[in-house]
């Protein structure tokens, strides 16, 4: 499995909860605690702007919200 960016704590959690359907794990760009649950030095306002206009096109709204929920909220496993 391959979790890049926001897709690495999704990808975390999946391997902790089903280790026997990964061979490996490859995470890239990412991080292992979501934006509500660390404190960031400061509001990264260029980046957020450009990732929302990045799903704006290449998602739809529903998908958005379940990444951004479950991004967002992801501890360590």
Known sequence: MLGISSGG???IAYAA???ERLSRLILYGGYARGWRNRELDRPHQEE???F???Q??????????KMREASSQAVNC
């Open 17 to 19: 909860r089903h280790p």
């Open 52 to 54: 929302n206009d990045l």
């Open 9 to 11: 704590p999704i990808a």
């Open 56 to 65: 704006r096109v290449s998602t739809s709204s529903e998908n958005a919200v």
């Open 48 to 50: 957020l702007e450009w």
